[in-house]
């Protein structure tokens, strides 16, 4: 079997609950070789079969037997990934059937870029359109397609960071960090009760 085109990268901690429209909208990409590999960080919530059983055989299931944190989980997967080019999506979230097919074709034909971005949607659990918001404007770690050699040449995730890695990053790579943003609201950026950005810690790494 030939390599994929993408490695699609499916952090989960304990949000068992979302992961089976996150699985579907991964195996709904239209007209690309797609593989999902699905990272599970030593999530508390119990019976992470029973959600994921139907999708076992379209996915690489990895588990890590301690919890290490968002950069260092996605370093693991993306190490592991069989693709040239990766894009992360949080277990809570998903995407447009045609997310990986644009933003492929984007960057395969600006290959001086790191990655291409789209613009997203917030939605609810009920997956209603809440607001739509511009990656540039107001960027977010997943829903980014990068050229995995490129960002590994750059050092990846910083794996110190527990989490807003995708902040660190940019400020890090600074001008060397170019991505290409499609104006296109492709992901859709689950709002509920426990997203990790409303954590009261989440500012304090």
């Given at each position: ?26 195996l709904e990409q239209k007209n690309i070789n797609i593989e999902i590999i699905l990272i599970d960080d030593c999530s508390t919530e119990p019976n992470l079969m029973n959600y994921i059983e139907p ?85 977010i770690a997943c829903g980014i397609l990068y050229n995995k050699d490129k960002f590994l040449e750059l050092g990846g995730y910083n794996e110190n960071k527990t989490k807003k890695e995708e902040e ?38």
């Amino acid at each position: 079997m030939n390599n994929p085109d993408i490695s699609i990268i499916i952090t989960n901690y304990n949000y068992h609950k979302y992961l089976p429209r996150c699985i579907r909208s991964c195996l709904e990409q239209k007209n690309i070789n797609i593989e999902i590999i699905l990272i599970d960080d030593c999530s508390t919530e119990p019976n992470l079969m029973n959600y994921i059983e139907p999708y076992i055989k379209n996915i690489t299931l990895i588990k890590n037997d301690i919890n290490l944190g968002t950069p260092k989980t996605s370093m693991k997967a993306i190490r592991q990934s069989k693709s040239r080019y990766f894009l992360r999506l949080d277990a809570d979230d998903y995407i447009n059937e045609w997310t990986c097919f644009f933003l492929n074709k984007f960057l395969m034909s600006n290959k001086e870029y790191l990655g291409a971005s789209c613009d997203y949607y917030y939605v609810n659990n009920l997956g209603e359109k809440i607001s739509r918001e511009s990656a540039e404007c107001k960027p977010i770690a997943c829903g980014i397609l990068y050229n995995k050699d490129k960002f590994l040449e750059l050092g990846g995730y910083n794996e110190n960071k527990t989490k807003k890695e995708e902040e660190e990053i940019r400020i890090r790579l600074g001008k060397k960090y170019n991505i290409i943003n499609l104006k296109i609201p492709l992901y859709r950026y689950r709002m509920h009760d426990n997203n990790k950005t409303k954590s009261k810690n989440f500012n304090n790494d």
